[in-house]
């Protein structure tokens, strides 16, 4: 391994040369998500027990809890992504923000609605506008609106910048989310894994939930390399790099 | 869990309806954002690489 400090960062940080560093990046995270995917299915749906309270309803967690902490994780580093092209006028920092909102999204979309299928046979509702439920709509609108916020605005570069605005703004949303079951009496349980307790479920339940979200993080990366390099090519189709890049990757 | 046979894993103990409901949209959910990501670097690339500026680009990179 070299030092970090002998990484050429400034040169990485140009799309130029990100390109192709995603290119050869997104099998190894493909592979990795395919993996991890077939072992947490495996280990939620085959080996994890049924448990004693909740029946087999409760193996929905192994979609629910991942996703929820994508939804929630990726995006904190949108936001980060958004204040380094603020602070540093990065294109690369701005592209990465916006490749990763889609994901970001869809993760919340699948939080949510996985959250609706667990609640029906926990609580006997689909639906409650407690705390913590709330709290993740209103994440997924903040995704809707970066999106539709940079959709609006013709010039990419003025995009990147009220889009990061409005979204390091909406993270404060995230520790509210997170924080929700512990500050409200809310119907959702509380944190099912805690780093200062024991764990409370059973090993096989840990594992496959902690395998699923490796898995969940792994696609969210590959799928973001993917998408950010088709920013780029649409961002700089008139560089002349792109030109000369595009027909060895094709 | 103890799945004697193919039904009973189905079953999922009476809460098929929700589990499955949950798995079956999450794999769609994946499939589709797959394939509309790779479908946008395909078209990103094509319109890059379209004929009046590829006429401006060495001959060996059509």
Known sequence: MRPMSSIPWFRLASPASFFPLARRLVPWFSAGAAVLAVAGLWLGLLVAPTDAQQGDAYRIIFIHVPAAWMSMFIYIVMAFWCAVSLTFNTRLAAMLAQALAPTGAMFTVLALITGAMWGKPAWGTYWAWDARMTSELILLFLYFGYMALRNAIDDPRRADRASAVLALVGAVNVPIIYFSVKWWNTLHQGASVSMTSAPTMAVQMLTGMLVMAFAAWFYAIAITLIRVQAIIVEREKNARWIGELLPRTR | ?62
Not at chain 2, 42 to 49: D, H, I, P
Request: glycine content about 4%.
């Open chain 2, 1 to 62: 869990m103890k799945a004697n046979g193919l039904s009973e894993f189905l079953a999922m103990g009476g809460y098929a309806f929700y589990v499955w409901t949950s798995y079956v949209v999450a794999a769609i959910a994946v499939a589709v954002e797959i394939v509309a990501v790779r479908a946008r670097l395909r078209a990103a690339v094509k319109s890059a690489l379209r004929p009046e500026r590829a006429a401006s680009l060495p001959d060996d990179t059509q």
